[in-house]
């Protein structure tokens, strides 16, 4: 019973709080078995607060047998992404420069989830400052993929996926400023929702308007259910749009008929694994049968590269602009280069890159004019060697070089979502969905037609294979 648990989504574990057959003690004693079980396989976790897990749970259980929950969320085992600020444990972000000492406060996403009664029992692996698409660093070392745990989960929310595609727990959050959430979905096989930039309040960090709050679990309604949360008015992000009110849960299973839907393999770029291409068409399929009218179209975004390598490079830049000399000798190798190549990056260019960026922007405001959704792989590969940060430093140099579907939708601040739709190989792969600003219903709709069709069920069995 209690490995059954382990599987159960959010929805279910509420509903079965409701009538008094389980308990959020006995799930949470079910996660903690799992996680032991299955992190020192994965060192999917940085931080563990076993007694506030159980605290949070029995005053769960309580409330539930009142009959008073604080929300549709209550009692429900949430991982967090070591990102955000969590009132009482510290902010790594999985870097030695970072401090000890406890926040003070907690992040919006998670101020949220701790009114709604979410029980906060960990905080997950993440690269230094989330700088890049795997997971592993000189803080918390190689975070692993479940699939094949010689495999990344991919990065950076890559703790929060390993543990949800592992059985752990069935919602974890995420950020996402280049790909963040898509791309651990993608390569872990779990369910990952990049909202429009200003849905979910958050605190404004480096990267401005291409990081969001956002997460990640095994199904979409789930993702829906979190997101009801999530977008929950706080007064401390000022850029946040006003409360909508939408109940993200609506509509979920109303389908895609009539909707029009663009098709493209690569957006341009080099690089695809035919296979992974290949493996979109029972998405597509599915789509098509649906009633969705999809086209594929030839939508070239590849020369937005150079305008996000400006950002990303001057954003971390910044970011670490007031470390000494032993601060910077400690980071990730990887993220020191970046910093350092961004030294010279002037005022004038890095305006000129955000005007390209809001050109970008407007440019697929007028591509939706004609097209309600895009589609396209998420990540063109299958998940690599875990501990490298490219498969192929020949063909890929940079992060961003194997990642090209995902940061273009971070520059022009759109909603994104990475679905699960087969394997290729024995590894999971994903469609990303995209669609117009504030579109997240629409998105949300067409995930769960390709959930419906494509999902198999299969869990994973932390094999190891040869990397």
């Known amino acids: 019973m209690s490995g059954e648990l382990n599987w159960l989504s959010a929805r279910e574990m509420t509903r079965r709080f409701a009538g008094g057959e ?43 047998r009142r009959g008073a929950p604080l929300g549709p969320l209550d009692g ?5 992404k070591d990102t955000a600020h969590v009132a009482g ?64 989960p991919g990065g950076s929310s890559g703790g929060s996926a390993a543990v949800v595609a592992a059985g752990v727990v069935p919602l974890a959050t995420g950020g996402d400023g280049g790909g963040s959430i898509r791309i651990p979905a993608a390569f872990s096989g779990v369910f990952g929702l990049k909202p429009s930039y200003g849905v979910v309040p958050n605190f404004l960090g480096p990267l401005g308007p291409l990081a969001v709050y956002g997460g990640l679990s095994r199904d979409v309604a789930d993702s829906a259910l979190l997101l009801n949360v999530l977008t929950q008015p706080d007064a401390r992000d000022s850029f946040a749009i006003p409360d909508r009110g939408i109940d993200y849960l609506d509509g979920l299973d109303a389908g895609v008929a009539g909707l029009r839907v663009a098709w493209s393999p690569d957006l341009g770029f080099s690089g695809a694994d035919p296979a992974v291409v290949a493996g979109m068409q029972p998405a597509i399929d599915a789509l098509v049968k649906a009633g969705a009218d999809v086209k594929q179209v030839d939508l070239d975004l590849s020369a937005a590269q150079p305008v996000l390598e400006v950002i990303w490079g001057a954003s971390h830049a910044a970011l670490v602009r007031d470390f000494d000399g032993a601060q910077l000798a400690a980071l990730d190798p990887g993220l020191l280069r970046l910093v350092m190549s961004a030294q010279d990056i002037s005022a004038s260019e890095l305006q000129a890159a955000y005007a390209e960026m809001r050109a970008l922007s407007q440019a697929m405001h007028a591509f939706h004019r004609d097209y309600d959704l895009l589609l396209t792989p998420t990540i063109p590969i299958t998940a690599f060697a875990a501990g490298i940060d490219t498969p192929d430093a020949v063909r890929f140099p940079q992060w961003f070089d194997w990642t090209p579907l995902t940061w273009p939708f971070n520059l022009t601040r759109q909603p994104a979502a990475s679905v699960p739709c087969g394997f290729v190989e024995g590894l999971p792969i994903g469609l990303q969905i995209v669609g117009p600003m504030f579109a997240e219903q629409a998105i949300l709709r067409a995930s769960r037609c390709v959930e419906q069709a494509c999902a198999t069920g299969a869990r994973p069995a932390l094999r190891a294979g040869a990397s």
């Open 76 to 80: 429900v085992p949430v991982a967090i």
């Open 22 to 64: 389980l308990s959020p003690v006995d799930v949470l004693d079910a996660v903690l078995a799992q996680l032991h079980r299955v992190n020192p396989a994965l060192n999917a976790i940085c931080l563990l607060d076993e007694p506030q897990g159980r605290r949070l749970a029995a005053e769960a259980a309580e409330r539930w």
């Open 89 to 152: 444990w510290p902010t790594r972000i999985g870097s030695h420069a970072t401090a000890a000492a406890p926040s003070a406060e907690d992040t919006p996403g998670v101020a949220r989830l701790r009114e709604a009664g979410a029980v906060f029992f960990c905080k997950t692996t993440t690269p230094e400052f989330g700088w890049k698409g795997i997971t592993h660093g000189p803080l918390t070392g190689i975070t692993r993929n479940p699939w094949d745990t010689s495999r990344t």
